[in-house]
Structure formats: C-alpha cells, structure tokens
Nanobody, 119 residues
Framework: QVQLVESGGGLVQAGGSLRLSCAAS????????LGWHRQAPGKQRELVAF???????SYNDFVKGRFTISRDNAANTVYLQMNSLKPEDTGVYYC?????????????WGQGTQVTVSS
C-alpha cells in the first residue's frame, strides 16, 4: 500500500507562485511515473504534468513555460513549481504515482490540495 500526501496549496494573487509537494510513503516497491492532475469546479480532472523514473518530463500545453515538475527519488517526493499563476489555474491539485509491485503497475492518488488564484 502506498500513501501520497500533498502540501503547499493555498490562496495567491494572479501572477504569483506556489510550490506543491507530494510525499510518498508505505510499501513503495518501484515508483515509475509521478504526476500532478487538477480538477476545477464543475470540470473533469485533467493532467498537468508528469515525470518518469528517468526524469523525463511532460506538460499539458496550458502550463508549459510556467510550471516545472521535479522529483527527489531519495525522498520519494514530487514537486510542482507553479509560476505566473492565472485564475484559471484554480482547482484541487492531486498527485499520483504509478508503482510497480511484483510486475503489476498500480495507480495511487493523494487526497488533493486546494489552489486558489485570485484576479
């Protein structure tokens, strides 16, 4: 079993920055990909960015150039640095982890952290 705990959300004005963290604990086996998703009120959850075990990153177009995802494998933690925030970035941000457990990959989710960007 894997637990993911996000932190770092909050209220910020447009143009500001926040840094989200997500720490994994439990029986970690091998963590493959770590990612961040978000869900705005009344909308479906969408991928923000992910980073693979080889540190390859990928971003959704709406955050390219503004957000940076990174991971610390020793600390089993993934970060999301969010700069130049816009009101449309408001939502609950969830981290997820793809964990290889004896040859089967399982997906785990954190409980989410609220990000609110005021105009």
């Amino acid at each position: 079993q894997v637990q993911l705990v996000e932190s770092g959300g909050g209220l910020v004005q447009a143009g500001g920055s926040l840094r989200l963290s997500c720490a994994a604990s439990g029986t970690l086996f091998t963590i493959n990909t770590l990612g961040w998703h978000r869900q705005a009120p009344g909308k479906q959850r969408e991928l923000v960015a992910f980073v693979t075990s080889r540190a390859t990153t990928s971003y959704n177009d709406f955050v390219k150039g503004r957000f940076t995802i990174s991971r610390d494998n020793a600390a089993n933690t993934v970060y999301l640095q969010m700069n130049s925030l816009k009101p449309e970035d408001t939502g609950v941000y969830y981290c997820n982890a793809l964990v290889n457990q004896h040859g089967t990959v399982f997906t785990y989710w954190g409980q989410g952290t609220q990000v609110t960007v005021s105009s």
